[in-house]
């Protein structure tokens, strides 16, 4: 049985995804933030899990609205 994503929390989600990683294939992170209408952070970058570094400061200010602020979060594309 495929594994399918679910968010029985009902809590608002951030997806992250980098766009030419070949661990976790983009592909995945947009089907994910599709299922769940969750918005996405796409990273142009073939980093695994590029948000873990904080060195970017286009992720980290969408990290800091998603976390800290009330805003609404949407989908957003972040430079390497």
Do not use: K, M
Not at 17 to 35: C, R
Not at 57 to 77: G, H, K, P, R, W
């Amino acid at each position: 049985t495929p594994f399918v994503p679910s968010n029985p929390s009902g809590a608002r989600l951030l997806i992250v995804g980098s766009i030419d990683e070949s661990v976790t294939p983009y592909s995945f992170a947009q089907d994910t933030a599709e299922l769940l209408g969750s918005p996405l952070l796409s990273v142009e970058s073939s980093q695994h899990a590029p948000a873990a570094g904080y060195q970017n400061s286009c992720i980290n200010e969408v990290l800091s609205a998603y976390f800290l602020e009330t805003s609404e979060v949407v989908d957003t594309t972040c430079p390497e």
